[in-house]
């Protein structure tokens, strides 16, 4: 086998291992991931400051933290993630201006926080989005231009006001919701043809309008919520919602419900 064969054969393995994954072929996934870990971290310990080999080892544990992840056993998916993260912030320290790595580190902490709320470790979850929101910050604003950066910087924040609505902080959570709304909704006026972006941006107006009912606080959860269902109605005039606007649909009508509720 040559050296460009070799190089090759992790990057067959994992488009195989992501396919499988995306019918739910979790086991055999999994032996795919690994089968290109393993030659990535030979091919690593052939060159152990090859920066680009160096990352693909990080993105080897991460695919294999996922399914990890997506199979619940939470212990092995932090047994992946935390290497990984280790290779990406030595990365980072060299060349802090790589966005590719530091949006790769980013994402380690939002995998990290989410797995451990999967262990029911909701504090410290919330610390790990803190970090993600705080590194995606720095990613944004590399390339401000970069829409995809920008919306993920947005949603780091809805994050950590769901850890925090989860831990009864709703005032601290609405600050966090607030600030998800304002960007969130700003993408969506200057794309009004996207229909992702308005899905997302009615889900931002139901998750500010649910903190807001928490609250008590009728006037800003029925601005919100009509702002949402317009959304909805816009959109829907050229197109059928996708399901997860349906789903959003259903949320802001039954807390239009509950907020004139609360008015009564």
Not at 147 to 174: D, G, P, S
Request: with cysteine.
């Amino acid at each position: 086998v040559t050296g460009v064969q070799t190089c090759a054969l992790p990057i067959w393995y994992d488009l195989e291992a992501t396919d499988l994954l995306g019918e739910g072929k979790f086991d055999m996934a999994l032996s795919g991931y690994r089968r290109a870990y393993a030659i990535r971290e030979k091919l690593v310990a052939e060159a152990p400051n090859d920066s680009k080999r160096l990352s693909e080892l990080a993105t080897a544990h991460s695919n294999i933290g996922r399914v990890l992840f997506q199979q619940q056993q939470f212990d092995a998916a932090l047994a992946e993630y935390h290497p990984g993260q280790e290779i990406l912030l030595k990365l980072t320290q060299t060349d802090p201006r790589n966005a590719d790595w530091q949006r790769a580190l980013a994402w380690t902490h939002k995998n990290i926080g989410e797995t451990l709320q999967g262990q029911g470790q909701i504090a410290i979850a919330l610390d790990e989005f803190r970090k993600y929101s705080a590194d995606m910050d720095v990613v944004a604003a590399i390339d401000p231009a970069n829409t995809v950066w920008q919306r993920e910087a947005a949603q780091a924040h809805c994050f950590i006001a769901a850890t925090l609505f989860a831990r009864n902080k709703f005032e601290e959570a609405r600050g966090e919701y607030r600030k998800c709304h304002a960007a969130t909704t700003g993408f969506a006026r200057s794309d009004p043809n996207n229909a992702d972006l308005q899905v997302m941006a009615a889900s931002a107006c139901a998750q500010l309008a649910l903190i807001n009912v928490a609250l008590n606080e009728k006037g800003e959860a029925s601005e919100v919520v009509h702002q949402g269902l317009d959304i909805l109605a816009e959109l829907e005039k050229g197109r059928p919602l996708p399901s997860a606007g349906i789903e959003t649909l259903k949320l802001l009508k039954e807390l239009e419900r509950a907020s004139l509720t609360q008015q009564h």
